[in-house]
């Protein structure tokens, strides 16, 4: 179900979202543009848990003991600190929900302790993600960190190097065929029930993701306003 954006309400300044998609959608770039756009926070859990571990809190310490040994953190941990974190100052107007809720029990979970306004749903073919993240190459100098793409943009001018530091490029493990397919897999076992989740609570907006970066942007913020 597709809503058009004059069926939703006006919510003000105040909003609160959840950005849906597989690896590869974009939807990671389309939070930082919302968040600047709205002047709302982009929250990612990958974000969560390297924050309440570099300060040592003690959620960060429960998370730590999971990723040493090399364990899934699980819901119950990550709804914690997911809630913790959508209580700080800054969310006061809104937030920007992105990598959570993965799953219908974190959804129900969220559901109880605060309201949503949208749900969108950037929605690309499997094969677009496979091809989007296939290509993808990753500087190996950690102090620099630069991501390029080689079926997208940006590409390096050496498929091998790095433009900024000229350090070789290199394939993440979990960006091969093989890899992809499985957490393709994962994404459609687990997380896309959310999209009839949200569709039956009336907030689902649905984004072709397969366009320009700007393009997706525009039909965003035109459905959010």
Same mark, same amino acid.
């Given at each position: 179900m597709q809503i058009p954006p004059e069926?939703?309400?006006?919510?003000? *300044?105040k909003m609160k979202i959840i950005l849906l998609g597989p690896q590869g959608s974009?939807?990671?770039?389309?939070?930082?543009?919302?968040?600047?756009?709205?002047?709302? +926070?982009? =929250?990612?859990?990958?974000?969560?848990? &390297?924050?309440?571990i570099k300060e040592e809190t003690?959620?960060?310490?429960? @998370?730590?003991?999971?990723?040493?040994?090399?364990?899934? @953190? +699980? *819901?119950?941990?990550?709804?914690?600190?997911?809630?913790? &974190? =959508?209580?700080e100052d800054d969310c006061k107007n809104g937030f920007i929900l992105d990598g959570f809720p993965r799953n219908i029990k974190q959804a129900e979970f969220l559901n109880s302790v605060t309201d949503i306004d949208y749900a969108v749903d950037v929605e690309i073919p499997d094969e677009e993600v496979v091809f989007r993240l296939e290509g993808r190459r990753n500087c190996s100098n950690k102090g620099c960190g630069a991501i390029y793409n080689l079926n997208t943009s940006p590409k390096p001018k050496e498929n091998n190097t790095c433009d900024k530091c000229s350090s070789d490029l290199f394939q993440r493990d979990d960006d091969k065929p093989e890899a992809i397919k499985k957490r393709l897999e994962i994404y459609h076992e687990q997380t896309s029930p959310l999209i009839d989740y949200y569709d039956k609570k009336g907030i689902l907006i649905i984004i072709d993701g397969s366009r320009s970066i700007e393009e997706v942007s525009q039909d965003i913020f035109l459905a959010l306003k």
């Open positions: 069926a939703f309400k006006d919510n003000g *300044d974009g939807k990671g770039t389309q939070a930082k543009l919302i968040s600047k756009k709205f002047n709302i +926070p982009h =929250i990612s859990t990958g974000d969560i848990f &390297r924050k309440n003690e959620l960060g310490k429960e @998370v730590t003991s999971y990723l040493n040994s090399g364990k899934l @953190v +699980p *819901d119950e941990l990550t709804n914690k600190l997911v809630e913790s &974190r =959508i209580k």
